[in-house]
């Protein structure tokens, strides 16, 4: 938090916003307990705010706002055809926080959200009934932190410990954390399960200093990996997405190398493979939020509805990175993204 507040015209959520309906759940009492000098703002619904007209979304991220709201209906929903599985059946995915602290050129939220003010939805035991509602019927993957990056909140929230106690309970249920973060203190206060899985997304630094503003190193994203594996976290490495550049064959090679010499390749539970890929839709808002960005105004192909790199460069990226992974990782345990999936 202290990096980033040092990007921001005022402090990170030096305004709160709360609904009225959520100002007696112990969630909100817990978030605005941290933030003590933090402008109270109370609204009747979070649209009022986070959907109002004429937001400029690249201004807001340099300081954002907090929303403390209550969801109501639909907690959990389908898995999206550009996400991988990772063969399960029954693929979810549920969003308690709507956006990140992060500032990812290429991030697909910017297209999706029109405000980069941050949502935080404080009735998380709804989002646990309907998750055992699914229970009843078939084993469950859930994936709970793709439209955000909940481990980063994890100093606010605290809601990271309570998906671990509640997968606990539910053997049949199987949990995905997707992550870029690297807070090696807050590992130490959670505990582990063989149905909860932490993935982290790796990119080379020198991408990440191009097109992902604010978030880890390589070098503290692998220290913090290597302790998630000595506390007993089943861990997945996330090469997705693969970014293109002229030279992008050496600078992938460099770090699945460098990163392998650094981690156990045993104790990896498994690895995913995938190039950029986003909805023609968001894509549309995307180039409107960052008009000189060279990620998001690449000339990329249209598939069904789906942008990437096309088929050509697509499956060249992957290919190169598979060969690379599997001197370190059994086949079976890699997952490919395809163009085709989509």
Known sequence: MKKLNSCSYNPFFSHIYIEKAAMDYPNSHKILSRFPNAVRVEINHYKDVFCRGHQNYLFQKKSPCLILAVKKNSYVYEGAPVC????????????????CFYDCEYCYLQGMYPSANIVIFVNIEDYFFETEELLKK?????????????????????FVKEWLAFAGLHPDLTVELRTKSASLSVLDRLTPHNNFILAWTLTPDIL???????????????CCIEKAIDRGFGVRLCFDPLLYRKDWRNI????????????????????????FRVSQEYLKQMRKQRTDSVIIQ???????????????LTREMISFSYNLVKEYI?????????????
């Open 208 to 222: 990440r200093k191009e097109y992902e503003h604010h978030t880890p190193s390589l070098e503290e994203r692998l």
């Open 252 to 275: 992938y090679e460099d770090m699945i190398k460098t990163v392998f010499h650094r981690l156990p390749a045993d104790k990896i539970k498994d690895v995913s493979l995938g190039v």
């Open 138 to 158: 078939y084993p469950v993957y859930l994936c709970i932190s793709y439209d955000t990056d909940l481990l980063a909140f994890e100093n606010i929230l605290d």
């Open 298 to 312: 690449y000339p990329y192909e249209n598939d069904r509805g789906v942008c990437h790199y096309g088929k050509k």
């Open 330 to 342: 059994p086949e079976k345990n890699i997952y490919v993204w395809k163009e085709t999936d989509s």
């Open 84 to 99: 991988q599985n990772f063969g399960n059946r029954h693929f979810y995915y549920t969003s308690l926080v709507m956006n």
